[in-house]
């Protein structure tokens, strides 16, 4: 049996991803001053590496992409235990 088809009875169990685009420090101030609209600029862009996570665990490594209207993430690279 491949190893795929092992797994197979996870394929439905919804995992929650975590797309790290970028961290900041705000006062509390600056936060509480935040309205609906409001827009915070990041340091990333497109074409930027991003960490993917999956419960907590690193996942992924992923680029920021930009197709039509949509911002994305295409993944990379897959960290290999040592």
Avoid: K
Wanted: hydrophobic share 50%; aromatic share 6%.
């Amino acid at each position: 049996m491949a190893p795929l088809e092992e797994i197979a009875f996870f394929a439905d169990v919804p995992v929650e991803l975590e797309l790290v685009l970028d961290r900041m420090t705000m006062t509390v101030r600056e936060i509480l001053e935040l309205e609906e609209g409001s827009l915070l600029r990041l340091t990333r862009s497109a074409g930027d590496n991003i960490d993917v996570y999956a419960s907590d665990a690193l996942l992924a490594y992923g680029e920021v992409v930009v197709i039509e209207s949509a911002i994305g993430v295409r993944l990379t690279d897959f960290p290999h235990e040592q």
